[in-house]
């Protein structure tokens, strides 16, 4: 397996992460405890060395559930595994259903209460990739990267990156402490971040893809009939899913179903490889519960594209209408 490095951080991991969020929060009810540790092991098994979760991804009575779960199922593997997590928010009305309102807070004492959490939930001394799960407007960049340099000098975290950071953000936190990621929402369905693609490049940051499959829309697995509980799933809510969407993303799907059988591949491993293939420095991190899944997504890194292939699509999608697609939840202020 061909490994990549996240832009000229040095942290080496697997072509293709795995997002975990899906096993505990967001998709559904969670996943059994036991078949994800079993998941999560194959994962390792197979070259899967990219492990993404953070602090919030939960449930109501088990807010931490998914870096718990991490934390137990990686330990035997943590010397060969690449860890994730992030800080920076906590839900409006978990309770309530989804997608819920986040409130964030990414104030120097919080940061400390929250990486301490971690680590210890994670059952780890230090954190390979450490997240500011959102943009804090209260919060000047320069000091959030002043507390990732402490964090990073005290042995507790090794890198740092941003989720959905702006060029402005990114830039003014990079010359404090060096930004090892960048993680932002980026499928065929979501390109608005591509115009960040050339600062990315100048700072030697790596780009992480989470969502790259369109929530699951571009695995051409869903319908029109296709039903989610609207109390456990945001899927319910997404707007790419919503029955008269499937009739307007139709010249997508055939788009990807086309591209698929030209390669002998599937909708999904198209979506995956045509990202990957665009830049040496993009890791995508789909999420799943299934083990043909696992395999399926990894199987996306042996598609080679051609710049000239990934250009033809980018173009194609330019001119494809489609449905509008989930861009995250709202930002509450904190009062």
Known sequence: MNY????LSGLRVSPIGLGCMGMSHAYGAPADRRQMTGLLADAVDMGYTFFDTAEV???????HDNEELLGEALRPFRD?????TKFGLTFDSPEAAGPHAIITDSHPTAIRRSVEGSLRRLHTDYIDLY????IDPDVEPETVA????????EGKILHWGISEATEEYLRRAHRVCPVTAVQNR???????????????EELGVGFVAFSPLANGLLTDCYTADTTFDPATDYRASMPQFHRESFDQNR???ALVGDLAEEHHATPSQIAL???????PWIVPIPGTRHLCRLKENIGAADIRLSAGQVQAIDDALATIPMSEVFGGSPLKKKI
């Open 146 to 153: 002043d507390v990732m340099s402490d964090l990073i000098r």
């Open 273 to 279: 490889a045509w990202m990957m293939n665009k830049r």
């Open 4 to 7: 990549k490095v996240l832009g």
């Open 80 to 84: 060969r595994v690449v860890i994730a």
């Open 57 to 63: 991804y939960g449930t109501p009575d088990r807010p």
């Open 251 to 253: 010249p997508l799907l």
């Open 131 to 134: 997240y500011q799960h959102r």
């Open 186 to 200: 980026y499928s065929m369905m979501a390109r608005w971040h591509e115009s960040l693609f050339p600062t990315l």
